[in-house]
């Protein structure tokens, strides 16, 4: 069974800071992609940032210069480091990956975590 599991969210003032982490764990063969993507109440579910194989990346234009997303392949965990907080950031937030596993290629989410932004 391939699981994400996702930690880090919570409340934030404005301009402050929080780093989220997603393991994949499972019986895995391969992760080809991952990123993150957050749905605020009432909004479509949105790319945040993402993080393919060779290490290319690309970001929201909305969390660019603010967001930085890394991986560490060994542990099949990928980060956001969120900076410079806004409000308007405020959603939960998925980890999403495209890998490889003994059922073959799939798309895998993990449970969501919450980022609150409020003063």
């Known amino acids: 069974q391939v699981q994400l599991v996702e930690s880090g969210g919570g409340l934030v003032q404005p301009g402050g800071s929080l780093r989220l982490s997603c393991a994949a764990s499972?019986?895995?063969?391969?992760?080809?992609?991952m990123g993150w993507y957050r749905q605020a109440p009432g909004k479509q579910r949105e790319l945040v940032a993402g993080?393919?194989?060779?290490?290319?990346?690309n970001y929201a234009d909305s969390v660019k210069g603010r967001f930085t997303i890394s991986r560490d392949n060994a542990k099949n965990t990928v980060y956001l480091q969120m900076n410079s907080l806004k409000p308007e950031d405020t959603a939960v937030y998925y980890c999403n990956a495209l890998m490889t596993s003994a059922l073959g290629v799939d798309d895998y989410w993990g449970q969501g975590t919450q980022v609150t932004v409020s003063s």
């Open positions: 993080i393919i194989s060779g290490g290319s990346t």
């Open positions: 499972g019986s895995i063969f391969s992760i080809k992609a």
